[in-house]
């Protein structure tokens, strides 16, 4: 593992790269709408199979569905949560997601800083 100290100010800032074989994982996701997405995020944080979820604010999508140009408003999510159980969480998701063939993308996390990996470790362990 590569550890890296930032000194940034008067703070210094560990940050880990290389961990664990990508310990942790963005699942990228679109809802149609913020409360679709706020239902299965809350979910996911109360079943500990994510650490935070990241619901963006409302963008356009522009894609082809059964033969037919569609352009509409989505929330992109950002599902913060260990590879382990990456699955697990897209299994909890997806009966909450409203779209027929919703995105559930899986997007490695490379590196970051120690207490906040720590935090979210601490965060996804399940009893």
Not at 67 to 82: D, Q, S, Y
């Amino acid at each position: 593992m590569l550890r890296a100290v930032l000194l940034c100010g008067r703070q210094a800032l560990v940050f880990d790269a290389g961990m664990r074989d990508s310990e942790f994982v963005f699942i990228y996701s679109t809802f149609p709408d913020q409360d679709s997405a706020l239902r299965a995020a809350q979910v996911l944080i109360e079943k500990k199979l994510a650490a935070c979820v990241n619901i963006h604010a409302p963008m356009i999508s522009v894609y082809e569905w059964q033969g037919k140009i569609e352009t509409g408003p989505e929330v992109a999510v950002f599902i913060k949560t260990r590879r382990g159980l990456a699955d697990a969480a897209i299994a909890a998701a997806r009966p909450l997601h409203p779209y027929t063939v919703p995105a559930f993308l899986l997007l490695p996390i490379e590196g970051g800083n120690s207490d906040y990996l720590e935090w979210a470790r601490a965060q996804t362990i399940r009893e």
